[in-house]
């Protein structure tokens, strides 16, 4: 089985990415082959700062090994090193319906926040979908807020395999569901964000641990005093159970369990040094990996060879099923 993910490179990630994210990552390489990819070349598609597009490129990188991506079992490559995704994009707009690209919800909600609207930020999913489909991938992991364009990337491939010949495998997107739902800890009725949060109520991966403290410390809770999963009368206490369930590994009912008749004060301190707990580690490796550039350099370019070897037969038939010739010996 063949299993594709694309983070992009901005904003810092969060506990809410490592829930719904990194930890999935990490757990499907187990089930197949799995490709991760940095999609650079889909941060252009908004005003950006090349600086900071490079920097956070490799911030990306390390943070998805120190979080747990392995080098030898799984491919972890930035997309802009393999040219072949540049290429399908190319090939796929050519079935890919405009009318389709104008319905998509979030190029909508971005169009309207910007003045300049790139004509990248229109055609991104179809970046999106040659990312998919190069590596005839069976499972995508994937956010919820990416169901539309999965969905789009399904129509381009059946599309494809209609008007040129089976090509493509159709694929399936696998949405997050349990543990995926961390909260902001200030406004806990939504979801930690990096573009509509409260910094404060947002854990970052690579907040130092008495960073990690005082923001636990100060969430906000509920009335009442015990600590019990209810997402009507508290949902600022299931927020912080179900931050425990992510740093510990324990179910909600055992964490019930565990803080029956404790207090707010006594939970938060918990909550707080299993977070630094889960964190440490992975702000370890990350560090090793970011003061080492040229060895983060050695993993990203093997993952590129990697996958450029994977890609190029597809690629290769795409342009044979299209009627394009081909230089010899290419
Ligand atoms: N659009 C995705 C997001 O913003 C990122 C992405 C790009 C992606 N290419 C992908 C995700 C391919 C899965 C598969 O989250």
Not at 295 to 315: D, Q
Request: hydrophobic content about 35%; proline content about 5%; glycine content about 8%.
């Amino acid at each position: 089985m063949k299993i594709f993910s694309g983070i992009q490179p901005t904003g810092a990630k969060h506990l809410g990415n490592y829930s719904g994210g990194f930890r999935q990552y990490a757990a499907t390489q187990e089930q197949g082959e799995a490709f991760f990819c940095v999609v650079d070349l889909h941060s252009i598609t908004n005003p950006h700062d090349p600086q900071d597009l490079r920097e956070r490129t490799l911030d990306l990188a390390a943070l998805m090994f120190a979080t747990g991506l392995d080098p030898e079992r799984s491919t972890v490559f930035v997309q802009s090193h393999v040219t072949a995704h540049a290429e399908a994009a190319w090939l796929l707009s050519a079935v890919t319906s405009y009318g389709q690209l104008g319905r998509m919800t979030q190029f909508k909600d971005k169009a309207e926040q910007q003045e300049f609207v790139s004509a990248g930020l229109f055609t991104y999913p179809v970046l999106m979908a040659g990312d998919i489909l190069l590596y005839q991938t069976d499972i995508v992991p994937i956010g919820d807020d990416q169901r539309q364009h999965l969905e789009l990337s399904r129509d381009v491939a059946e599309r494809f395999n209609s008007r040129f010949g089976e090509t493509f495998t159709v694929p399936r997107g696998v949405y997050p569901e349990s543990g995926a739902r961390v909260m902001d800890l200030q406004q806990p009725g939504n979801k930690m964000s990096t573009t509509g949060g409260n910094p404060q109520g947002t854990i970052y991966l690579l907040d130092p641990p008495e960073v990690v403290r005082k923001k636990v410390k100060t969430a906000v809770t509920d009335s009442g005093r015990e600590i019990v999963h209810d997402l009507n009368e508290k949902v600022g206490i299931s927020n912080l159970i179900e931050i425990m369930t992510v740093a510990s590994g324990e179910s909600i009912a055992e964490v019930e369990k565990r803080f029956q008749g404790a207090g707010y004060g006594q939970f938060k301190s918990e909550v707080a040094d299993a977070v630094v707990a889960l964190l440490e580690p992975i702000q370890g490796r990350y560090r090793e990996l970011r003061e080492d550039t040229a060895e983060l350099e050695r993993m990203l370019a093997r993952g590129a060879a990697k996958s450029r070897e994977a890609a190029a037969p597809t690629l290769e038939k795409m342009y044979d099923r299209m009627g394009f010739t081909r230089p010899k010996g290419v």
